[in-house]
C-alpha cells in the first residue's frame, strides 16, 4: 500500500511539484523557528544566577566631573545610603544587569591560548546584594587590596569551557602584561534575563581602595549603577526620600531611582522580539500553505469522483478510502520533508548558527516533522471525508 502511494504521487510530481516546494521551504523555516523557541525555552528553564527582588538601583550621570569629584560625591552617598534602615546592602555595579543589548568582552590568554567572556565588574558587596552562588572560593572582600594579581572571579561555563575537568581555581590568566587571578566561581549570571542566554562571564573587582579599580567603575557612565538590596516591603514613597538625600549630595548629577523588577519585564521582551517576529512570519506561512494543500487535495479528489466511486463499487470501505486520501498527502509531504531534512543537518554539521548546539537542532527538528505532518492530516481529512462519502451511482451520474 505505501509503495503504491509513494508511485502515486511520483507520477504526479509535475503537478505536486509547487505544493511540495511550498511544504519544503516552510519546513525549513519552522525548523529555525522551532530553533530559536527551544532555545529560549532552554534559556528561561536556566537558572538566572541571582536574585533581583527588593533590589533597587541607581543610575547616575555625572557628566564632566572629574575622577576625584566623582570619587569623593560617592564617598558621600554610600555614607549616606548606610544610614537608611531600609537599606540591607549596598554595591557598586558594572554588570548590565537586565541590559541584554550591551556585549562587553574581554580576551584572555591561558596556556598558551587565547579566549574571550563577557566582563562584568561589582564591588565587594555585589555577592550579597544579588545573592549570588558561589560554587567554589570565594567573592571579593578587604583581602583583595593588598593582592598584587587582579582578583577575577568566573561563571561555572566559563570554567568548564576553558578548564575542563581541572581546578580553575588559583590559576592565573593574562592580558598583556597584566595578569589575574581566579579566586572564586559562581553558577550563573544571566544578567540579560529570564529569556537570556548562558555565557562566558568573568567579574572583576570595583574598589574605592583602588585607583585602577575605581576607575573601572567611573570611566564607564553607561552601566554604572548602585544597587541597593531593600529590607522586604519597603514602600515606594521612600524612593522619593532616596531620591531627595542623593540628589542633595550630587546637586550637578543626573540621577534615577527604580526597582529591578520594574526592568525585568523590559528585559524580557526585548530577549523575545526576534523569536516573536520569526513566529508570526512562520505562522502566515504556514497558513498560506495549509490553505494551498488543502486547495490541491480538494481539487484532486473532486477530480477523481469517477476512481473513488469504482473503488466504492469494487467494495473498498469509507476507512480505506479515508486512508488513501490522507496517505497520498502524507506522501506528497514526505517527499519535501526528505529534502528539507538534507538541508536541515547541514546547520549543526557545518555550525551555521554557532548559539544552537546540537541538542537543540534535534528538538525542533522533530518538532517541524510531527507539525508538517499533523498540518497535513488536517488538511486532507476533509477532502476524505467527501471522498468517502461519494456513492457509486453519483459518481457515474458525474461522468
Given at each position: 500500500?505505501?509503495?503504491?502511494?509513494?508511485?502515486?504521487?511520483?507520477?504526479?510530481?509535475?503537478?505536486?511539484?509547487?505544493?511540495?516546494?511550498?511544504?519544503?521551504?516552510?519546513?525549513?523555516?519552522?525548523?529555525?523557528?522551532?530553533?530559536?523557541?527551544?532555545?529560549?525555552?532552554?534559556?528561561?528553564?536556566?537558572?538566572?544566577?541571582?536574585?533581583?527582588?527588593?533590589?533597587?538601583?541607581?543610575?547616575?550621570?555625572?557628566?564632566?566631573?572629574?575622577?576625584?569629584?566623582?570619587?569623593?560625591?560617592?564617598?558621600?552617598?554610600?555614607?549616606?545610603?548606610?544610614?537608611?534602615?531600609?537599606?540591607?546592602?549596598?554595591?557598586?555595579?558594572?554588570?548590565?544587569?537586565?541590559?541584554?543589548?550591551?556585549?562587553?568582552?574581554?580576551?584572555?590568554?591561558?596556556?598558551?591560548?587565547?579566549?574571550?567572556?563577557?566582563?562584568?565588574?561589582?564591588?565587594?558587596?555585589?555577592?550579597?546584594?544579588?545573592?549570588?552562588?558561589?560554587?567554589?572560593?570565594?567573592?571579593?572582600?578587604?583581602?583583595?587590596?593588598?593582592?598584587?594579581?587582579?582578583?577575577?572571579?568566573?561563571?561555572?561555563?566559563?570554567?568548564?569551557?576553558?578548564?575542563?575537568?581541572?581546578?580553575?581555581?588559583?590559576?592565573?590568566?593574562?592580558?598583556?602584561?597584566?595578569?589575574?587571578?581566579?579566586?572564586?566561581?559562581?553558577?550563573?549570571?544571566?544578567?540579560?534575563?529570564?529569556?537570556?542566554?548562558?555565557?562566558?562571564?568573568?567579574?572583576?573587582?570595583?574598589?574605592?581602595?583602588?585607583?585602577?579599580?575605581?576607575?573601572?567603575?567611573?570611566?564607564?557612565?553607561?552601566?554604572?549603577?548602585?544597587?541597593?538590596?531593600?529590607?522586604?516591603?519597603?514602600?515606594?514613597?521612600?524612593?522619593?526620600?532616596?531620591?531627595?538625600?542623593?540628589?542633595?549630595?550630587?546637586?550637578?548629577?543626573?540621577?534615577?531611582?527604580?526597582?529591578?523588577?520594574?526592568?525585568?519585564?523590559?528585559?524580557?521582551?526585548?530577549?523575545?522580539?526576534?523569536?516573536?517576529?520569526?513566529?508570526?512570519?512562520?505562522?502566515?506561512?504556514?497558513?498560506?500553505?495549509?490553505?494551498?494543500?488543502?486547495?490541491?487535495?480538494?481539487?484532486?479528489?473532486?477530480?477523481?469522483?469517477?476512481?473513488?466511486?469504482?473503488?466504492?463499487?469494487?467494495?473498498?470501505?469509507?476507512?480505506?478510502?479515508?486512508?488513501?486520501?490522507?496517505?497520498?498527502?502524507?506522501?506528497?509531504?514526505?517527499?519535501?520533508?526528505?529534502?528539507?531534512?538534507?538541508?536541515?543537518?547541514?546547520?549543526?554539521?557545518?555550525?551555521?548558527?554557532?548559539?544552537?548546539?546540537?541538542?537543540?537542532?534535534?528538538?525542533?527538528?522533530?518538532?517541524?516533522?510531527?507539525?508538517?505532518?499533523?498540518l497535513t492530516c488536517i488538511c486532507a481529512m476533509y477532502p476524505s471525508k467527501?471522498?468517502?462519502?461519494?456513492?457509486?451511482?453519483?459518481?457515474?451520474?458525474?461522468?
Amino acid at each position: 500500500m505505501i509503495k503504491h502511494l509513494f508511485k502515486i504521487i511520483w507520477n504526479r510530481k509535475k503537478t505536486n511539484f509547487t505544493t511540495s516546494l511550498g511544504i519544503f521551504i516552510s519546513f525549513i523555516v519552522l525548523f529555525l523557528v522551532m530553533s530559536f523557541i527551544v532555545y529560549t525555552a532552554q534559556n528561561y528553564l536556566a537558572p538566572l544566577g541571582f536574585d533581583y527582588k527588593d533590589v533597587w538601583y541607581v543610575t547616575m550621570d555625572w557628566k564632566d566631573s572629574s575622577q576625584e569629584e566623582v570619587k569623593e560625591i560617592l564617598i558621600q552617598m554610600e555614607n549616606s545610603l548606610k544610614s537608611f534602615d531600609e537599606i540591607k546592602e549596598m554595591a557598586y555595579s558594572l554588570a548590565f544587569v537586565f541590559i541584554p543589548t550591551v556585549m562587553s568582552t574581554i580576551n584572555y590568554e591561558y596556556d598558551g591560548k587565547e579566549f574571550n567572556t563577557e566582563i562584568r565588574k561589582g564591588s565587594d558587596g555585589l555577592e550579597k546584594v544579588l545573592s549570588m552562588n558561589i560554587i567554589r572560593g570565594r567573592w571579593f572582600n578587604e583581602s583583595d587590596n593588598a593582592a598584587i594579581k587582579h582578583p577575577l572571579v568566573i561563571n561555572q561555563r566559563t570554567k568548564d569551557d576553558i578548564f575542563g575537568d581541572d581546578i580553575a581555581l588559583g590559576k592565573i590568566l593574562k592580558r598583556g602584561e597584566t595578569e589575574y587571578q581566579i579566586i572564586g566561581i559562581i553558577d550563573e549570571f544571566k544578567n540579560g534575563g529570564l529569556f537570556s542566554s548562558t555565557k562566558r562571564i568573568s567579574f572583576l573587582r570595583i574598589s574605592m581602595n583602588s585607583d585602577v579599580e575605581f576607575k573601572r567603575f567611573s570611566s564607564e557612565v553607561m552601566g554604572s549603577r548602585i544597587l541597593l538590596k531593600m529590607r522586604p516591603n519597603t514602600s515606594v514613597e521612600f524612593e522619593e526620600t532616596l531620591m531627595n538625600n542623593l540628589t542633595s549630595i550630587a546637586k550637578n548629577w543626573q540621577i534615577k531611582v527604580n526597582s529591578m523588577e520594574a526592568i525585568k519585564d523590559s528585559a524580557s521582551l526585548q530577549s523575545l522580539i526576534f523569536p516573536i517576529i520569526f513566529a508570526v512570519v512562520c505562522g502566515f506561512l504556514i497558513i498560506n500553505v495549509g490553505l494551498g494543500l488543502f486547495g490541491v487535495i480538494w481539487y484532486n479528489t473532486n477530480r477523481r469522483k469517477a476512481e473513488v466511486g469504482l473503488r466504492r463499487a469494487l467494495g473498498s470501505t469509507v476507512k480505506e478510502i479515508h486512508g488513501q486520501i490522507i496517505g497520498e498527502a502524507v506522501v506528497l509531504s514526505t517527499f519535501a520533508l526528505i529534502f528539507g531534512s538534507i538541508f536541515a543537518v547541514q546547520f549543526p554539521l557545518l555550525g551555521i548558527i554557532p548559539i544552537f548546539n546540537t541538542g537543540i537542532y534535534t528538538i525542533a527538528y522533530f518538532i517541524s516533522i510531527s507539525s508538517i505532518y499533523l498540518l497535513t492530516c488536517i488538511c486532507a481529512m476533509y477532502p476524505s471525508k467527501v471522498a468517502a462519502g461519494i456513492e457509486p451511482a453519483e459518481a457515474l451520474r458525474d461522468e
